[in-house]
């Protein structure tokens, strides 16, 4: 009897010990599968979020939007670009063109009688060490009057340092009226040409002339210009005949012109 009740007893034993067991491992594989289903469901909220982050990045760059990707693609490029030395950040300036040389202008001033004093005045006021000068006083003036003209320009100091300034000393007869004037003028090209070196312009002035603007001035406004620019209009163009033909009928026949 005593046999039978320790047999039942361990019976009982064994049978709630496997009970207990399999509840245990019941409830850790419930807690378990608890865990598990906590993770999905965050796990499942994010893989959706990128997915239309996704979607929403890939409509954007059809419609040349730039992405945040290309900008971070960009920025990590300039910053693997930039250096920490500043002579990289440094650039040279761009060169400017040179500047064109001056040009040189030959000057022949002209005077009659009792312009001595004021054909001085006009070639100090014209002189530039670039340039050439030829002066004359026609056979009106006086001898002394040639004379002090000749020795102001052989004894100015400047004038003796740079060797620009001529003097036609043999006086020409100018009537300002024929021929007389143009020879004359011819005559102090041909001594340009000759001794004055090279220069651009010649300009005929009289004494009664005055610059308004300096000789500086003067040579960069003409340093832009071609060399070859001709200032004389030689054309065989007669339009102001015409003008003058037009005009004369509008004073024999007045009604022509309304």
Known sequence: MKRLKNYYNSKRFSSTTSTTTSSTTTISTTICGFERRKWIFPFAIISIFSLFFLFLTTLT?????????????????????????????????????????????????????GDGERLKRTLLALYHPLNQYVVHLD?????????ELETFVDGYEIF??????????????????????????????????????????????????????????????????????????????????????????GLKEPSRLL
């Open 61 to 113: 760059t059809q419609y040349s939007t730039p992405s945040i990707f290309s900008f971070v693609r960009s920025t990590g490029s300039l910053t693997k670009s930039s250096s920490i030395f500043v002579e990289s950040k440094l650039h040279p300036l761009p060169v400017s063109p040179p500047l064109p040389p001056p040009p040189r202008f030959a000057y022949l001033i002209s005077g009659s009688s």
């Open 139 to 147: 056979l009106e003036s006086s001898v002394e009057e040639r004379v």
């Open 160 to 249: 003796m340092e740079f060797k620009n300034v001529r003097m036609i000393k043999k006086a020409n007869l100018v009537t300002y009226r024929g021929p007389t004037m143009v020879a004359n003028t011819l005559h102090a090209a041909a001594v340009l040409l000759k001794d004055g070196g090279v220069w651009d312009w010649f300009i005929n002035l009289s004494a009664s002339d005055y610059p308004l603007v300096t000789q500086d001035d003067l040579l960069h406004t003409f340093s832009y210009l071609p060399r070859d620019l001709n200032f004389i209009d030689h054309t065989s163009n007669i339009g102001w005949k015409e003008a003058t033909s037009y005009f004369d009928v």
